[in-house]
T-cell receptor, first 115, second 111 residues
Framework: GAVVSQHPSRVICKSGTSVKIECRSLDFQATTMFWYRQFPKQSLMLMATSNEGSKATYEQGVEKDKFLINHASLTLSTLTVTSAHPEDSSFYIC???????????FGPGTRLLVL | LAKTTQPISMDSYEGQEVNITCSHNNIATNDYITWYQQFPSQGPRFIIQGYKTKVTNEVASLFIPADRKSSTLSLPRVSLSDTAVYYCLVGDHSGAGKSTFGDGTTLTVKP
């Protein structure tokens, strides 16, 4: 149980394009989903917290207009990197939790490379 | 935010018990302690969570002293496949929001 999937697992795009990453909880309803970014040999950095049906809460320094988050259902959250640039190249990981007070389960991550 | 401090790296050999300690001096009364394992290019995997004293599951044990200012993850008889980065998080059950991922401990298990 408690499986979280991400799609795509890897994406390469040209600078200036937008990329959408999906995060799905496969066997539970996720009231809350989290999006992280991880650069090589660094720890995970929380980008934003999204709750189903409401606007995401972004961490300080994360541009909400660049990283669009939509949590339209209890099993799906999407992260759209708009007008991607090479410095946005990173490993993006989502996690889902049945509730804010419950353990979070992580997806396998999405490797984004912006050329 | 609850800050955690872990050793940056540890080495061990197959079959040994490994103990990784995490310091969290400003842990709040309602905070839980959660440990995750991460392999390269994968998302973190939940290992164990506890609030006080000792918690044990099929893969690890978590020891938490009475003052809760530190915790120790114990991995019995490690194998090569346990080579990974281990993160200690302090916060609500979800481990996010009120806490951040620290630098983690890179465990290298040698044959």
């Amino acid at each position: 149980g408690a499986v979280v999937s991400q799609h795509p697992s890897r994406v390469i795009c040209k600078s200036g394009t937008s990329v959408k990453i999906e995060c799905r909880s496969l066997d539970f309803q996720a009231t809350t989903m989290f999006w992280y970014r991880q650069f090589p040999k660094q720890s995970l950095m929380l980008m934003a917290t999204s709750n189903e049906g409401s606007k995401a809460t972004y961490e300080q320094g994360v541009e909400k207009d660049k990283f669009l988050i939509n949590h339209a259902s209890l099993t799906l959250s999407t992260l759209t990197v708009t007008s991607a640039h090479p410095e946005d190249s990173s490993f993006y990981i989502c996690s889902a939790s049945p509730g804010l007070q419950e353990t979070q389960y992580f997806g396998p991550g999405t490797r984004l490379l912006v050329l | 935010l609850a800050k955690t401090t872990q050793p940056i790296s540890m080495d061990s050999y197959e079959g040994q018990e490994v103990n990784i300690t995490c310091s969290h001096n400003n842990i709040a009364t309602n905070d839980y302690i959660t440990w995750y394992q991460q392999f390269p290019s994968q998302g973190p995997r939940f290992i164990i969570q506890g609030y006080k004293t000792k918690v044990t599951n099929e893969v690890a044990s978590l020891f938490i002293p009475a003052d809760r200012k530190s915790s120790t993850l114990s991995l019995p008889r490690v194998s090569l496949s346990d080579t990974a980065v281990y993160y200690c998080l302090v916060g609500d059950h979800s481990g996010a929001g009120k806490s951040t991922f620290g630098d983690g401990t890179t465990l290298t298990v040698k044959p």
